[in-house]
Nanobody, 115 residues
Framework: QVQLVESGGGLVQAGGSLRLSCVAS????????MGWYRQAPGNQRELVAS????????WYANFAKGRFAISGDDVRNTVTLQMDSLKVDDTAVYYC????????WGQGTQVTVSS
């Protein structure tokens, strides 16, 4: 059974940086896209950033533009999210996502930004 394992979350002060990583095991064939979502308490899960395999087209939510950067390797089944200039409002559980013939989700990693 495929599992997506995330790492890199934690506690950081506002203005700081974190780098989230996600790897699939075992390997997933024919991934079409990879991405990161987040969910804050009381809010719906929302898409933060995504990247298509092959063409490497990237998409960012407005709140992520200029601060976050997504990268992915569909051969190694890894996706990372570099988050800079973090704000208190970025506090949430972050989930990685990979889509191929099926959709896979990570278990989530907590990101807490303190003022």
């Amino acid at each position: 059974q495929v599992q997506l394992v995330e790492s890199g979350g934690g506690l950081v002060q506002a203005g700081g940086s974190l780098r989230l990583s996600c790897v699939a095991s075992p390997n997933i064939a024919s991934i079409n896209s990879m991405g990161w979502y987040r969910q804050a308490p009381g809010n719906q899960r929302e898409l933060v950033a995504s990247i298509t395999t092959g063409s490497k087209i990237k998409w960012y939510a407005n709140f992520a533009k200029g601060r976050f950067a997504i990268s992915g390797d569909d051969v190694r089944n890894t996706v990372t999210l570099q988050m800079d200039s973090l704000k208190v409002d970025d506090t949430a559980v972050y989930y990685c996502n990979m889509r191929g013939q099926k959709t896979y989700w990570g278990q989530g990693t907590q990101v807490t930004v303190s003022s």
